[in-house]
């Protein structure tokens, strides 16, 4: 395994030097970077991960931070138990913890 490796996305498994190729290949903003490689997708919805592939692309393009366009979060923001979906939905949805 290769020490140096820094993972950006826990919840994809996705390192940075897979959003830099990406980036070289013509990927230029959040949301082509969200859609190849699946960044800002997994149970954190983004929140672990948003601010340092923003900062790659930064980096790697010359754009200032404030020009970096974040992509919007999706439902569920908050994760829920797929038994959810099937139960009553008059009944409170419980929390998951972490």
Known sequence: ???????????????????????HEGYRTMD???RI??????????KGCRKH????IS???GIPMKEIVQPTYRPPTKPIPISA?????????????H
């Open 32 to 34: 082509d970077i969200k």
């Open 1 to 23: 395994m290769e020490l140096d490796v820094k993972i950006i996305c826990r919840c994809e498994d996705v390192t940075e030097e897979e959003i830099v190729k990406k980036i």
């Open 37 to 46: 490689l699946r960044v800002t997708m997994g149970l954190c919805q983004g």
């Open 85 to 97: 979906t099937f139960e009553n939905t008059n009944k409170r949805v419980p929390s998951v913890q």
């Open 53 to 56: 592939i923003a900062k790659i």
């Open 59 to 61: 980096r790697e393009l």
